[in-house]
């Protein structure tokens, strides 16, 4: 598995087959996370979100995980050497990653995963979490009912095709990471929805009780 070849395509590539939905996702809830101070994200890929967080949490340190070295790449040319960053190059599940996050981001980086891995990979990033700690989650789904229902099942047979030849992640299909959370302690806040209901991002805090 590997995004090497995608990483210089990858925004572009965003610019025309989503706009700024996404991008307009991925930062949605970033206002209610300014107060945290030890974030890892994961699966970050080009920098972009990075970028915001840099802006709107002026006092937190980053671990910025992704398995593609040109993924960093570009993340450290979008976002520079700013001492507040760490880029570590590791794949999930396994990464042995640092503990402690307050704050742990997967934009796009769920859907990767298969039903066999995708517990295996919350419950690795669960574990690096303290017990207060907030996960936002950027992703695809599929809504339940209506033509957009069908429309993204449409969308995303596309994408998960191109995907697995262009870089061969494991998942065929995408998997909703929610009971996973609710396993590691983390209560849903709110969600919001884009692209008739395509793309989500949802907020999660962990709570001792
Ligand atoms: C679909 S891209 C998402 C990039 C970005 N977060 C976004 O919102 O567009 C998935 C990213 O996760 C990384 N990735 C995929 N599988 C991984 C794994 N098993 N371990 C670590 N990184 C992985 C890829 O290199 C890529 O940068």
């Known amino acids: 598995m590997s995004f090497d070849l995608l990483a210089p395509h990858y925004r572009w590539m965003e610019a025309i087959l989503a706009g700024d939905k996404i991008q307009r996702c991925r930062v949605h809830f970033l206002d209610s996370v300014s107060n945290c101070r030890r974030a890892l994200l994961v699966g970050e890929g080009n920098g972009r979100f990075l970028g915001e967080c840099l802006k709107k949490m002026p006092h937190a ?39 402690n996050f307050d704050l742990i981001v997967t934009n796009c980086f769920l859907d990767c995963f298969d039903e066999r891995q995708l517990p295996t990979v919350v ?23 209506g033509w957009a229902k069908w429309r993204a099942k449409m969308v995303l047979a596309a994408a998960y095709s191109f995907f697995q030849v262009a ?39 962990r709570s001792a009780s």
Not at 80 to 92: E, F, H, K, M, W
Not at 123 to 145: M, R
Not at 185 to 205: N, V
């Open 123 to 145: 419950n690795e990033l669960a574990d690096c979490a303290t017990d207060s700690a907030i996960w936002l989650v950027t992703d695809f789904c599929v809504p339940k009912t």
């Open 61 to 99: 340190q980053f671990t910025v995980v992704d398995a593609s070295e040109k993924m960093l790449e570009q993340a450290r040319r979008r976002c520079g050497g700013d001492s507040r960053i760490n880029y570590v190059r590791a794949q999930l599940p396994g990464a042995h990653l640092p503990k």
């Open 167 to 205: 870089t061969g992640i494991p998942a065929r299909r995408i998997c909703a990471p929610d009971p996973f959370l609710v396993q590691n302690g983390f209560r849903f806040i709110d969600r919001i929805e884009a692209d008739a209901g395509l793309i989500y991002s949802s907020i999660w805090k």
